[in-house]
């Protein structure tokens, strides 16, 4: 019977559908690392675990050695050790390094965790990517800034998505930005190119080193601009065209590039921009399954559950595609401004427009703070077998509910 252990440093919403999605496949036994207690479990995934250890910090490597020693004790062979938190994964792999578990290693999971190294490799292998530079003092960034032209994105090496990135559009912005975040060599500044195109996401499924499985996501508009700009409201298009050949460019470089970094079994989160000229370039790459509630989405299209066939995938590596009969879209509800949540204007009349096209949806509460994200503080899925349908109703959520604040 295989014994698989997942670490989550919290129970958030969608870790629980991980877990849940491991403790009901069959002969399997799963234990829980985490720190938060077992009572913030349901109660009924709670009863299917095996066993479940709490520590202090559930990214500290060296605690989740010793909550694996502690679940061994108990009886727990832990055969295997997952988790799908961003940074997480190199503490992960440090940990399957020092108790000889199987899995992506400590130096492979930097690949993907260090994004001036990730590309560092990607351009070894002759894959597209934005240029870019590490630097470790103002002049770099300058000689950098004098190679490239502006505008420049600016981001930390290690970061996830668009969090902590700027844009920087000219010398004055470049200057305040280094005398507010002066790089060092222990704590360097990644600057890149900003790439003018059409943002996506790649997600796919690797096993035993080859890409089996693909989906591909339409930012609108880029989760960048999202961030600079607290008005936007930000969409996701899955378009059930899944094979269009305007997508060759990203289809040949992402099974390379994944192999070039080291990818060997797993869902995995690949950010990348078309240009207008058709050619592609590769953003970043994360070693683990998307957020932003990417697996429902993908979920919903392929009319199937991600999370379950990841679970397969990760304990016993089967993975069967399935045809996409569906497009599916998320629009993510921000307010525009800071405050306590009131409610959300037009929600009535768009429900009754729109009818059975939504299939999922989280509203904003009453009272609930707002959280600031790009994801913003609630989500509607829609769905359909025509993309310019669910095209449409995106629009319709966008330029039709507005979360007020009081």
């Known amino acids: 019977m295989p014994d698989v252990t997942f670490v989550a440093p919290f129970f958030a919403e969608t870790t629980l559908r991980f877990i849940s999605a491991l403790s009901r496949l069959e002969g399997v036994r799963t234990s829980v690392i985490s720190q938060d207690p077992s009572d913030r479990m349901p109660e009924g995934l709670r009863g299917r675990l095996a066993d479940h250890v709490q520590v202090a910090d559930g990214l500290d490597a060296g605690q989740i050695a010793g909550a694996v020693g502690t679940l061994r004790r108990r009886g ?16 992960l792999g440090q940990v399957r390094d020092h108790l000889g578990l199987p899995g992506m290693g400590a130096a492979t999971a930097e690949n993907f965790r260090d994004k001036s190294r990730m590309k560092d490799v990607l351009r070894a292998h002759g894959l597209p990517c934005a240029r870019h530079r590490l630097a470790t003092r103002d002049v770099e960034a300058g000689v950098f800034a004098g190679e490239v032209g502006y505008p420049l994105i600016a981001k930390p090496p290690a970061g996830s998505g668009s969090r902590g990135t700027f844009r920087i559009s000219s010398g004055v912005e470049l200057a305040h930005l280094l005398a507010q975040m002066p790089p060092t060599p222990e704590r360097p500044l990644l600057l890149e190119e900003f790439v003018v195109g059409d943002e996506h996401s790649f997600d796919s499924m690797t096993l035993d080193g080859q890409m089996v499985w693909h989906s ?21 298009l899955l378009p059930r065209e899944a ?3 305007a997508y060759a460019g990203i289809r040949a470089a992402a099974g390379p590039a994944l192999k070039a970094l080291g990818m060997d079994r797993g869902l995995s989160h690949m950010e990348w921009f078309r240009r207008p000229d058709g050619s592609v370039a590769i953003s970043e790459v994360g070693a683990r399954p998307p957020g932003a509630r990417f697996m429902h989405l993908i979920s919903w299209a392929h009319d199937f ?10 304990v016993f590596g089967r993975f069967e595609p399935r045809e996409r009969p569906y497009a599916a879209g998320a629009a993510y509800l921000r307010p525009q401004g800071e405050g306590t949540i009131r ?17 999922e949806s989280r509203l904003p509460r009453p009272g609930q703070k707002t959280s600031g994200a790009y994801e913003g503080d609630g989500f509607v899925i829609v769905r359909h077998p ?9 629009w319709t959520l966008v330029t039709r509910l507005r979360v007020e604040l009081g």
């Open 305 to 314: 559950d991600l999370f379950a066939a990841w679970a397969r995938a990760m």
């Open 76 to 91: 727990q062979a832990v055969d295997q050790l997952l988790g799908t938190f961003e940074e997480l994964q190199v503490p």
């Open 243 to 245: 094979h269009d050949p």
């Open 386 to 394: 025509d993309t310019d349908v669910v095209k449409e109703a995106l």
């Open 343 to 359: 409610g959300v204007e037009g929600l009535q009349a768009v429900a009754a427009d729109l009818g059975d096209l939504v299939v």
């Open 216 to 236: 591909i996501n339409h930012y609108f508009p880029s989760a960048l601009e999202v961030v600079r700009e607290p008005w936007i409201q930000w969409c996701v």
